[in-house]
């Protein structure tokens, strides 16, 4: 008996490995596209760039694992029945039930060791991903070249575009720079009846100076501009440039960027890059507050609590609809395994989805839609083992 388990098992692990390649492949295929522009235009280094290679593929895994383990299942039984191998065993008197259980026993297995990764080494790799970025972030600050527009370098509210006609070769500074500053700032106003209303604008304007030095500073994630010789215009309507415009001989401005993940000098965690006992603080701190920031904050810690728990096990739904599919469709060919795999991990999502958008709304019970995939599709397949294995 052990002897036909192994042998189903083997039957799985080819699959299981060029699903894993193929889907890992195909959700890191842009990211993959945008790395190897970053390597041979912006000369990024090569340690960097296998680095964050390699910490976005294993975080990937978290999404790849499950689909895999539903391909296997759905190539590897399905070619052992159209062979009629499976017909074969139970000829022998052998229970199928007892030919599947190693593989629900391996789909456990995986769900409890990616529900561990889930909260501690995932989080600690989307954090050195971000940690990464930002070392992108600076290294192509100091490669920057002429004649290119250079936007998103202000942070939070703050939006900057920087041109430049021509970089010094003697001390890499900049010549005849032009910077557009864009602000998003909030006034209080008074309408005629004495009521106050808060009134959103964006504040802009053009700076424009003979020389510059862009200075990135790693250990504090901000970047320094240094600005000489320059001329200020407001570029805003109400405003009247010709009698606000100023002169400058020095200018210096200190920009953090992603600036809003900035508090304090701490950077603030995604909730991806919580680990489990961050997560649980942060639910709790938010959980009796009544602004409506807090709640928001809230709900998207409390969907990603339970997407980090209904993902993992959705291995062992996968390999419980997946067998009696594999009997009944009996997709022998790999692309007809792949298509059925694509048609329920499209089910499955759309669920998980939906599930998630209740979650972060802060319904009682909605935590229970963000489980419904593993729930329907571990119903579905498990009275369908039953009625394929009483055949």
């Excluded at 945008?34 to 960097?48: A, E």
Aim: contains cysteine; charged residues 20%.
């Amino acid at each position: 008996m052990k002897i036909i388990q192994r042998y189903v098992l083997k039957e799985l692990t080819g699959p299981f490995f060029m699903g894993l390649f193929i889907f890992t492949f195909l959700l890191l295929a842009n990211k993959f596209f945008r790395l190897i522009d970053l390597f041979i235009v912006q000369g990024v280094s090569p340690s960097i760039m296998a680095n964050l290679f390699f910490c976005l593929m294993t975080t990937l895994f978290s999404l790849t694992v499950p689909m895999a383990v539903l391909v296997s299942v759905l190539i590897g039984l399905g070619r052992l029945s159209v062979d009629r191998e499976l017909l074969a065993i139970r000829i022998n008197g052998i229970s199928l039930l007892r030919v599947f259980t190693p593989i629900i026993v391996v789909a456990a297995l995986f769900s409890a060791i990616m529900l561990i990764a889930n909260f501690t080494l995932i989080p600690r790799l989307m954090l050195r991903v971000s940690d990464l970025l930002y070392k992108l972030q600076f290294n192509l600050v100091t490669s920057l070249e002429p004649n290119r527009f250079y936007d998103n370098l202000g942070g939070g509210d703050l939006d900057i575009t920087l041109y430049f006609a021509a970089k010094s070769k003697k001390d890499q500074s900049l010549q005849k720079i032009q910077l557009k500053v864009s602000k998003k700032i909030t006034e209080r106003q008074i309408d005629e009846k004495g009521n106050t209303y808060i009134v959103k604008k964006k504040q802009e304007m053009l700076i424009m100076a003979n020389k510059g030095r862009i200075i990135p500073n790693e250990a504090e994630k901000s970047i320094s501009i240094y600005l000489y010789n320059g001329t200020i215009i407001p570029l805003n309507e109400e405003d009247k440039p010709e009698e606000m415009i100023i002169q400058f001989a020095e200018l210096h401005r200190t920009l953090y960027p992603e600036l809003s993940r900035f508090k304090g000098g701490h950077y603030q965690k995604r909730p991806r890059e919580m680990t489990l006992s961050e997560l649980m603080e942060g639910m709790q701190k938010y959980r009796m507050s009544e602004r409506k920031k807090d709640k928001k904050r809230l709900g998207k810690l409390r969907q990603e609590f339970f997407q980090r728990l209904s993902i993992p096990l959705s291995c062992i739904a996968f390999v419980l609809i997946g067998i009696p599919l594999a009997l009944i469709v009996r997709p022998s060919g790999k692309s007809a395994g792949f298509a059925l795999s694509f048609a329920l991990l499209f089910i499955y999502f759309v669920l998980l989805k939906w599930g998630s958008a209740l979650v972060e709304t802060g319904y009682s019970y909605s935590w229970l839609a963000v489980f419904s995939p593993n729930i329907l599709l571990g119903l579905i397949g498990g009275v369908m083992i039953y009625l394929v294995v009483r055949k």
